[in-house]
């Protein structure tokens, strides 16, 4: 296949360019490298720099391609962020898929496979969450992917988009191989390498939820079974929308004391108030994925953390 992937020199996407070429796919990565990394784009692939809220490069883009499917990565995706500055994030998030959506019905691409996230999801009562658990965001960012899927949906019931999967992503850790090492990175595996690292206390926020030790509990997926989900969902001509998790949640301590484990040491922490648009507990329930992409996660928490440490130190 030809395939367009947006966002492909990012920590996730860049993974699953990689994944791509490697299967015989000819792959054209659109970034506007404000947070990617060229250098971890595979040679096989051609890199164009460009931005998706730019309508009228997004219509050149795909004017010059005959795509046979577009996988969707490019977003700003920091919960903290997006509070402090929603402008930015229905920016990039929304209005750059808007542009997307409109060249990929002009061009009659067929496919779309979007990277979209657990942050939709609500505060819920009971665990785990399937993809009929009531959407209502907490934070800016869930906002701006739940209209994104709602766009997508749309333009598939409207006929203006032949066919899509939605990949709700929980909480993706682990390297692909790459070596992928975000210095500015927001998520928690390395920012606790960095603070280890850097001889610094780690930030708990929150230490007052209703989970086991009072801290957030959230799912963890491994980087590679994440990718290996959007190839399975390549491959496939069912339309839908799938949750992408393990089924198991970790506090934070228990990601503290995994760190420990495997370096031998303590960790310093040091708790803090709770977030603006975190909530108490997310964990997947991936079983519908298993059932229409025939897609499993094989790997755990042991495996996230060797990556970690591997690709930061500590």
């Not at 709602?150 to 598939?156: C, G, K, L, S, V």
């Not at 960095?194 to 801290?215: A, H, L, M, Q, V």
């Not at 491994?222 to 496939?236: K, M, S, W």
């Not at 108030?273 to 996660?297: F, I, M, Q, Y």
Request: charged share 20%; proline share 3%.
């Amino acid at each position: 296949m030809k395939i367009l992937v947006t966002g492909g020199a990012g920590y996730i996407g860049s993974a699953c360019v990689d994944v791509l070429v490697e299967a015989g796919h000819s792959v054209v990565v659109f970034d506007n490298l404000s947070t990617g990394q060229a250098d971890k784009v595979s040679d096989n692939a051609l890199l164009l720099r460009g931005d998706l809220v730019d309508k009228a490069a997004v219509m050149q883009l795909c004017s010059e391609y005959q795509f046979d499917s577009v996988i969707h990565f490019a977003a700003k995706k920091a919960v903290a962020e997006s509070e402090e500055n929603p402008s930015l994030y229905f920016e990039n998030n929304v209005v750059g898929t808007f542009n997307l959506l409109n060249a990929i019905d002009h061009y009659k691409i067929p496919k779309l496979i979007f990277s979209s996230t657990a942050a939709v999801y609500t505060n819920f009562e009971s665990e785990p969450v399937t993809e009929t658990t009531k959407t209502d965001p907490a934070s800016v960012y869930g906002a701006s992917k739940l209209m994104v899927e709602d766009m997508i949906n749309a333009y598939r019931r409207t006929g203006k988009l032949e066919s899509f999967s939605i990949l709700r992503y929980f909480n993706v850790a682990g390297d692909a191989g790459l070596n992928y090492k975000e210095e500015k990175a927001q998520n928690v595996f390395p920012i606790i390498a960095r603070s280890i690292k850097n001889g610094e206390p780690f930030n708990i926020f929150g230490t007052d939820y209703d989970t086991i030790d009072g801290t957030g509990v959230r799912d963890y997926i491994h980087l590679r079974d994440l990718v290996e989900a959007h190839v399975f969902a390549l491959l496939t001509e069912t339309t839908g929308t799938y949750n992408l998790g393990t089924g198991t949640g970790y506090s934070v301590r228990q990601l503290v004391a995994e760190f420990e484990r495997q370096l031998g040491k303590k960790v310093l922490v040091a708790e803090q108030p709770r977030r603006a648009g975190d909530v108490a507990a997310v964990v997947a329930d991936a079983s519908l994925a298993e059932t229409a992409l025939g897609w499993k996660p094989k790997l755990n928490l042991a495996d996230m953390v060797e990556d970690t440490l591997r690709v930061y130190g500590a």
